[in-house]
């Protein structure tokens, strides 16, 4: 039996699991991971790599690349090109981000959950309550990455990025088994609530959450790297457009994207917990797909794009 099936085994032993990715220093452990991934030693990374094949489904095959500088490298590769189609029907807005769906629902007076009797804030979540009006009523989606998994996500429409909040926090793991254990947890950890528009004005709203072992978010249209010991504004106005697939940042590691959608835009039948997702294939029907005119450009700057 590969190690990486005795090693998933033995993490559904709740108790175990919990104590080995929870009860450690955790802002420590993502301190000493952000430098160690970018260590430039060949023998370094190779090991690294294998190691972390045995003990995961990690799949280089899809890589743009396959040599890598540092482990940092590895873990926000980008993929060869084809790799992700993007569905273009405009009745659909498709995943952001390769991912296992966690906890999906309605909006129910201002509150979702991150597991069952696992309720938390939107608002609290958001930090903003105002910006919560417009998906009451509306959908949830929570997009959950594996380490192995592809990190980088992407524009899920033709979108303007109107605002970012930034939350420097806790990085208790994101693990279903941790979300049916700590209350609110993602209100707790590190996260950034980019707020878009569509190009037919409807908000979404995209929550990269951070988590353990997650040393950094990239978002290109910023020009700080977004990290628990950041020290700029935690309010950022923006005006970055991407079009449907286009590349917005990554983790570092794994972690969780929380999608949320408002009324009248519903999820696609396949998207159910525990079901897998990739980048590009639909994840919720537009009501009503008709394009109008954009009152900015579809593109970010250059300088907005490499960030």
């Known amino acids: 039996m590969r190690v990486s099936k005795v090693w998933q085994q033995l993490l559904q032993q709740e108790d175990l699991n919990f104590l080995l990715t929870n009860r450690i220093p955790r802002l420590a452990a993502t301190r000493f991971m952000g430098w160690f991934s970018q260590i430039r030693h060949p023998l370094v990374v190779r090991l690294s790599i294998a190691v972390w094949k045995l003990f995961s489904d990690l799949d280089l095959s899809d890589s743009k690349v396959k040599t890598f500088r540092s482990l940092q490298e590895c ?31 309605t909006v129910h007076q201002g509150q979702v959950f991150q597991a069952k009797g696992f309720p938390y804030s939107v608002g609290e979540l958001f930090g903003r309550p105002e910006d919560v009006s417009p998906y009451e009523g509306g959908t949830f989606a929570t997009l959950r990455l ?38 609110r947890l993602f209100c707790k950890n590190e996260r950034a609530v ?3 528009t569509t190009n037919q004005g409807l908000p979404v709203a995209l929550v990269p959450v951070a988590a353990i072992l997650v040393a950094s978010l990239r978002l290109h249209f910023l020009d700080d790297l977004l990290h628990n010991a950041y020290q700029g504004p935690t ?16 983790f570092q590691h794994g972690s969780t994207i929380i999608v949320f959608l408002p009324p009248g835009v519903c999820l696609h039948p396949s998207v159910v917990e525990g079901s897998r997702i990739r980048m590009g ?6 009501a009503s797909p008709i394009r109008s005119a954009p009152t900015e450009p579809q593109t970010a700057s250059p300088r907005q794009l490499l960030g």
């Open 75 to 105: 873990f926000t590769r980008e993929l060869a090109p084809g790799a992700r189609p993007i569905d273009s029907k405009e009745e659909w807005m498709t995943s952001p981000c390769d991912a296992i769906v966690g906890a999906s629902g």
């Open 146 to 183: 594996t380490s192995a998994m592809y990190h980088r996500f992407h524009a899920p429409y033709d979108v303007i990025v109107r605002h970012v909040t930034f939350h420097s926090g806790d990085t208790w793991n994101v693990y279903p088994i941790a979300l049916k254990r700590v209350e």
């Open 194 to 196: 980019i707020h878009l």
């Open 235 to 250: 309010e950022i106005p923006c005006a970055a457009a991407f079009q449907k697939g286009q590349e917005m940042g990554w």
């Open 281 to 286: 294939e639909p994840l919720a029907r537009l």
